[in-house]
């Protein structure tokens, strides 16, 4: 049965099944997967010294998920960096899938599944024609936010639009009616900065071109490219070579995780 595992690689997350693992001790590796090596002194970084208990178990955990999918983690002494190292390796392993996301994103109002905007909300005396002049001739969505955005938050965001929770990739038909009407009607493209009239202000809005996107804002762009990719990280976590010093714990196969010989 295939779970979710508890890391998020960039804005996938990896799902495990692990069929290979060992718990017995080898000299000063912690843990392992194939030819790469988790030290004693590594963990220490990782847990800043908690090398026993949940602390210990969820670094180790969280290591090998991340090495199994392909991540160099040589010279990884922080989560930070492994959380980094993650995202990277799922940025490599979704190149081969994105094909079918850009076409589809290329599409933009004609049938993208997925848009990621930009916009900068307007002073009451702003000309949207000065901002859509200057992001044409080259100005940056960053830049133009920072000259003459008034929303302060989206100045910060350098102009991208993200809903609560941080997604910068929306579901086109869960986007407002109306501004998908105006930008329709205005003739937006990706590239191609629009006015917009919202609620209480003016905005240009423009659809982010496909090569401004992060790769996690890419693969995000086709629901299918997702579940590729995810196929992908959980078939290469299935066949990895997992080893555990049994003095942390197990390799929990159904969840992904290191657990205390006690769990069930």
Not at 38 to 55: E, V, Y
Not at 165 to 191: E, K, W
């Amino acid at each position: 049965m295939i779970r979710r595992t508890a890391l998020v690689i960039g804005a996938l997350a990896a799902v495990a099944s692990l069929s290979s693992c060992s718990t017995f001790s080898r000299s000063d590796a912690v843990a392992s997967v194939y030819d790469q090596e988790m030290s004693r002194d590594q963990l220490d970084q990782f847990t800043d010294g908690n090398t026993t208990g949940d602390a210990a178990r969820l670094a180790i955990g969280r290591w090998l998920q991340v090495a199994a999918v392909g991540a160099d983690l040589g010279d990884i002494t922080t989560l930070e960096e492994l959380q980094a190292a993650a995202a990277e390796a799922s940025a490599e392993l979704a190149e081969p899938f994105l094909g079918d996301a850009e076409a589809a994103y290329r599409l933009g109002l004609d049938g993208s599944p997925s848009l990621c905007l930009g916009a900068v909300v307007l002073a009451e005396d702003t000309d949207p024609q000065v901002v859509i002049d200057a992001m044409q001739g080259g100005t940056s969505l960053a830049d133009a936010a920072a000259e003459w955005s008034a929303d302060p938050a989206l100045a910060e965001a350098g102009g991208i639009v993200a809903d609560q929770n941080g997604t910068t990739c929306l579901a086109t038909d869960g986007l407002n009616p109306d501004v998908i009407g105006q930008l329709t009607d205005a003739g937006a493209a990706p590239g191609i900065p629009v006015a917009v009239q919202l609620a209480n202000s003016k905005a240009v809005v423009v659809i982010r071109e496909w090569e401004d996107l992060a790769k996690q804002e890419q693969v995000a762009v086709l629901p299918s490219v997702q579940q590729q990719v995810a196929a992908e990280v959980n078939a290469r976590i299935q066949n990895a070579d997992v080893f555990v010093d049994s003095r942390y714990g197990r390799w929990d196969a159904e969840t992904g995780t290191v657990v205390p010989f006690t769990a069930k």
